[in-house]
T-cell receptor
Framework: QKEVEQDPGPLSVPEGAIVSLNCTYS??????FMWYRQYSRKGPELLMY????GNKEDGRFTAQVDKSSKYISLFIRDSQPSDSATYLC?????????????FGTGTRLTIIP | DGGITQSPKYLFRKEGQNVTLSCEQN?????MYWYRQDPGQGLRLIYY???????QKGDIAEGYSVSREKKESFPLTVTSAQKNPTAFYLC????????????FGSGTQLSVL
């Protein structure tokens, strides 16, 4: 079983819809949770960063972490064609010597005008 | 204009040949990383460096080598021992090793002739 599971999609939604992207994980030591956006043949860019449980909002984006269920989500409101990209979740534990990130496989999202 | 520069954008390797991918950053970051991205797989860590003249193996270091002689530069050599080198290679940096906020370059696509 992979440490981080992410549905690869592809996911297509009409412009203006709310998008929900999710990851599940098995390592209870994960404390830092991130979402990266990657346009085709480009490097990923950090979208959202959350420590431990709870919600974080930034403009049209909301990140949620539910540590009891080992489940994280990214919501995109009022989706735009420019949101079409691959979204990667990433996580890290806090224990010393284990600083590296573990990435999900990415979900490919297309917003249809 | 700060950032991470990877070159070349596309690279072709002949069988038995070593090739070197360049990564330069002017963000004054301490830590630098090399990831490999294959279709349907998450980013996998090849090597990382937390400080000049020091580096550690990641999850898939076999067939690769790195050096960190300068803070700004972290080149990756794909050796002939790497039997399946075709992939998209991403270089990243972070202010310090335990910082989850990675900044990525735009990637190098390596293909085998």
């Amino acid at each position: 079983q992979k440490e981080v599971e992410q549905d690869p999609g592809p996911l297509s939604v009409p412009e203006g819809a709310i998008v929900s992207l999710n990851c599940t994980y098995s390592n209870s030591a994960f404390q830092y949770f991130m979402w990266y956006r990657q346009y085709s043949r480009k490097g990923p860019e950090l979208l959202m960063y959350t420590y431990s449980s709870g919600n974080k909002e930034d403009g049209r984006f909301t990140a949620q972490v539910d540590k009891s269920s080992k489940y994280i989500s990214l919501f995109i409101r009022d989706s735009q064609p420019s949101d079409s990209a691959t979204y990667l979740c990433a996580m890290r534990a806090t224990n010393f010597g284990n600083e590296k990130l573990t990435f999900g496989t990415g979900t490919r999202l297309t917003i249809i005008p | 204009d700060g950032g991470i520069t990877q070159s070349p954008k596309y690279l072709f390797r002949k069988e038995g040949q070593n090739v070197t991918l360049s990564c330069e950053q002017n963000l004054n970051h301490d830590a630098m990383y090399w990831y490999r991205q294959d279709p349907g797989q998450g980013l996998r860590l090849i090597y990382y460096s937390q400080i000049v003249n020091d580096f550690q193996k990641g999850d898939i270091a076999e067939g690769y080598s790195v050096s960190r002689e300068k803070k700004e530069s972290f080149p990756l050599t794909v050796t002939s021992a790497q039997k399946n080198p075709t992939a998209f290679y991403l270089c990243a940096s972070s202010p310090k090793a335990t910082n989850e906020k990675l900044f990525f370059g735009s990637g190098t696509q390596l293909s085998v002739l």
